[in-house]
């Protein structure tokens, strides 16, 4: 009989998909009120693991989805995570700064599939992971895109639709595909 050890792919893919979903959402809100003081809809399905943590006072609306498959994602204190968001970690971390207010059907995506060589196929090249930074006191308007590797300042504002693939200034207002900077704030 063979042994497997806990660090195994495999055994830690099956962690991960009990603690996506086989965890009943109600016990799920419940311990992150409790544990993080925050509110979570029983609504939304976020991931039941360590990795995953909000600040006091955040609140995640229905039918939101935040997992991870390795990196930390990390909300401060007061944001607000609207409905039917899309908030996914590949091993990079997606960390947000506090009262950070994000609006429904955006996605952030904290991870890149690989896929230049044409001798291999797609879904075997794997992943490239950067990470998102988010800072404090940001708007992202509704059916924004954030992608691997961008870093949003603080008090910027992502306009409705926009997709930000690089580095948005602090208090810089952006619109647009790719996002580009219309102005700043005074």
């Given at each position: 009989?063979?042994?497997?050890?806990?660090?195994?792919?495999?055994?830690?893919?099956?962690?991960?998909?009990?603690?996506?979903?086989?965890?009943?959402?109600?016990?799920?809100?419940?311990?992150?009120?409790?544990?993080?003081?925050?509110?979570?809809?029983?609504?939304?399905?976020?991931?039941?693991?360590?990795?995953?943590?909000?600040?006091?006072?955040?609140?995640?609306k229905p039918f939101s989805i935040v997992q991870t498959s390795g990196?930390?994602?990390?909300?401060?204190?007061?944001?607000?995570?609207?409905?039917?968001?899309?908030?996914?970690?590949?091993?990079?971390?997606?960390?947000?700064?506090?009262?950070?207010?994000?609006?429904?059907?955006?996605?952030?995506?904290?991870?890149?599939?690989?896929?230049?060589?044409?001798?291999?196929?797609?879904?075997?090249?794997?992943?490239?992971?950067?990470?998102?930074?988010?800072?404090?006191?940001?708007?992202?308007?509704?059916?924004?895109?954030?992608?691997?590797?961008?870093?949003?300042?603080?008090?910027?504002?992502?306009?409705?639709?926009?997709?930000?693939?690089?580095?948005?200034?602090?208090?810089?207002?952006?619109?647009?595909?790719?996002?580009?900077?219309?102005?700043?704030?005074?």
């Amino acid at each position: 009989m063979k042994v497997v050890e806990a660090s195994t792919p495999r055994l830690s893919a099956w962690r991960r998909s009990v603690s996506r979903y086989l965890a009943p959402k109600s016990l799920v809100s419940a311990i992150l009120h409790f544990r993080d003081r925050a509110r979570i809809s029983p609504s939304s399905r976020v991931q039941l693991t360590g990795k995953i943590r909000f600040g006091r006072g955040t609140v995640v609306k229905p039918f939101s989805i935040v997992q991870t498959s390795g990196g930390r994602i990390v909300f401060g204190r007061d944001c607000a995570i609207g409905s039917f968001n899309f908030i996914g970690a590949g091993n990079a971390d997606i960390i947000a700064g506090d009262h950070v207010r994000i609006g429904p059907h955006v996605s952030i995506i904290g991870t890149t599939r690989r896929y230049r060589r044409k001798d291999v196929p797609i879904m075997l090249q794997g992943y490239r992971d950067k990470g998102i930074r988010i800072g404090n006191d940001v708007l992202i308007g509704a059916n924004s895109v954030l992608v691997d590797g961008c870093e949003i300042g603080d008090g910027a504002v992502i306009g409705v639709g926009s997709v930000v693939s690089g580095k948005v200034p602090s208090y810089a207002v952006v619109f647009g595909s790719p996002a580009k900077t219309i102005f700043r704030r005074e």
